[in-house]
């Protein structure tokens, strides 16, 4: 359970996250709003590369804000960048190895779990590819593979789905959907793709002006007029 | 045996068994220089390649290996292979020191500090100069330098040559090491970009330190194989714009392999000796490295040795 309590985030004199109060129970909970509206901050925020006012983060009773930014990773705070981040001249097995090196993955578990999760994200042909080989959508795929590695126990991922064909877009769904059930972790997922929301979130939180307007299951959400207003410009 | 480990051994080879019997007294010497110098290039291109950081104080941290290193060889009757590695672990503490700086700065503002940095220890060495056997903390006597004890069964200046090579290809293994295991992936992460290694656990901080630290370690190893090569250090060779010359011959002969560090060590004591003889002045050479430097810029990232791996890679058509 992820509990996020009055948190506000000010960027010099913008106040980009106005205290967000939020308990998410959900497997998979939708982040959505215009552009500007604080999502990737409120992503930065858990991750620690935002600057945090007031408010906390609990997750199963962990203060995340006491935790530097690497310890929040090691911890179980796995998350992916809207903008993918594969090292060109690393092998994806590399990649996730990197992972298992900073969360202290024993040498002997190593091959096991990077396995798994290559097998998951179905890119088991790519493990020894260079990330400069790779097209957008394996470097999505390894971006998502890294943030299974170590048990984690909540993955935000920002606009997964960026760029992704539709039968891309397919095999994103079945990972997602399936993520919580096999690795145990919550997700968090901001997308603009509201096809993509409905079909994998069980509930939606708005966000418009670094406040939240609306949250709750995924189909009343959607119908909701302020939400209509604000996000789908009717 | 994987093939990226066949080239650097027949260089080794070449270097251990060929070199000794072509090269006169005076050739010796140089190539000694040469080879030490190319372990100090080696510690740029760690910063460089690894995290893309610019450090111009590697020649200041020579200096300090070599003063440790000669001030442990008068002052007590450590082996001399020990004395080299306690001046290389000092010299890793003071570079994990200029680290510092580097958790917050980075391009041209880190540039600048570790010039700063040079050019501080450009005035201590002036100002305290290298021990020659005297008196007291500094040992510095107005006097011609006291002997220097050799490394054990080294007899020769040939014999100091061979030591040196086997030193510098250790130091080279230890950086290929470092390439393959957790802090080359760790490093790679955090030139990615410093938030994609924190988010995958990365613990930056400490990544940073340990690279600045391993150059420190090159720098001041290659320092004590320096002071020992010479028999005595001169303050004028370790100046703050020797470290600028260094950095840019590190980037000429290309920061991404052992290759480039070599022709780095090459070009810095090699070219100028060979244009002495030839009767031209040493510096010629300058000029030719500052064109060096704008072809390595505008047309070879990887350097001369970027050029020459991949002239070699390509299949003839």
């Known amino acids: ?234 | 045996m994987p093939k990226t480990v066949l080239p650097p051994l027949v260089v080794l080879a070449i270097c251990l068994f060929v070199l000794p019997l072509v090269l006169s007294a005076l050739w010796v010497k140089v190539v000694t220089s040469a080879a030490i110098f190319a372990l100090a290039a080696a510690g740029i291109s760690v910063l460089f390649a690894q995290l893309g950081l610019i450090n111009l104080a590697q020649i200041a941290l020579v200096g300090v290996g070599g003063w440790i290193a000669l001030r442990l060889n008068y002052a007590t009757p450590l082996p001399v292979t020990l004395i080299i590695a306690i001046a290389g672990i000092a010299t890793a503490a003071i570079g994990a020191v200029l680290a510092l700086p580097a958790l917050r700065m980075r391009g041209l503002y880190l540039a600048l500090v570790t010039l700063m940095a040079a050019g501080a220890f450009q005035i201590l060495f002036n100002a305290f100069q290298f021990p020659n056997g005297g008196e007291g903390f500094w040992g510095v006597a107005r006097q011609s330098a006291a002997d220097i004890r050799p490394p054990l069964m080294v007899q020769t200046d040939v014999g100091y040559l061979r030591y040196s090579i086997v030193i510098v290809a250790l130091c080279f293994g230890l950086v290929a090491l470092h390439r393959v295991t957790a802090p080359g992936r760790a490093w790679a992460m955090i030139r990615q970009s410093e938030a994609n290694a924190m988010a995958a656990g990365v613990n930056v901080t400490f990544y940073k330190i340990w690279a600045f630290a391993l150059s420190g370690l090159l720098a001041g190893v290659a320092g004590a194989l320096l002071s020992g090569a010479l028999g005595q250090l001169d303050p004028r060779s370790f100046l703050a714009s020797e470290g600028i010359l260094l950095f840019a011959l590190a980037v000429v002969g290309g920061a991404y392999s052992w290759a480039g560090a070599v022709i780095a060590g090459i070009l810095y004591k090699l070219l100028p000796a060979l244009l002495n003889d030839f009767g031209v002045s040493a510096d010629i050479a300058l000029i030719v490295f500052g064109g060096a430097l704008l072809h390595a810029i505008m047309t070879a990232p990887r350097g001369i040795a970027g050029q020459l791996i991949g002239a070699l890679q390509r299949k003839p058509s």
């Open chain 1, 1 to 234: 359970m992820i509990n996020i309590e009055n948190l506000t985030v000010k960027y010099g004199g913008v106040v980009a996250l106005d205290g967000l109060t939020l308990t998410v129970t959900d497997d998979v909970m939708g982040l959505i709003g215009p552009n500007g509206a604080g999502k990737t901050t409120m992503t930065n925020a858990f991750s620690g590369f935002a600057p945090i006012t007031a408010g906390r983060i609990v997750i199963d009773g962990m203060n995340l804000l006491e935790l530097a930014p690497h310890k929040r990773a090691r911890w179980g705070v796995s998350r992916s960048f809207q903008k993918v981040q594969i090292v060109g001249d690393l092998t994806v097995a590399e990649h996730l190895l990197a992972v298992c090196d900073a969360k202290g993955i024993k040498r002997n578990e190593r091959v096991g779990v990077i396995g798994t999760v290559l097998d998951f994200a179905g890119i088991s042909a790519c493990r020894d590819m260079l990330g400069d080989s790779l097209n957008p959508y394996q470097k999505r795929m390894t971006e998502i593979a890294k943030c299974l590695i170590g048990a984690p126990k909540i993955i935000l991922l920002d606009e997964p789905g960026g760029g992704l064909s539709e039968s891309e877009m397919q095999d994103l769904r079945r990972i997602i959907t399936q993520t919580k059930n096999r690795f145990g972790a919550q997700i968090i997922m901001v997308d603009h793709d509201v096809d993509l929301i409905r079909d994998v979130c069980t509930s939606i939180a708005v966000l418009d002006f670094g406040k939240l307007i609306a949250f709750g299951p995924t189909r009343e959400v959607l119908q909701d007029e302020a939400v209509k207003t604000a996000y789908l410009g009717r």
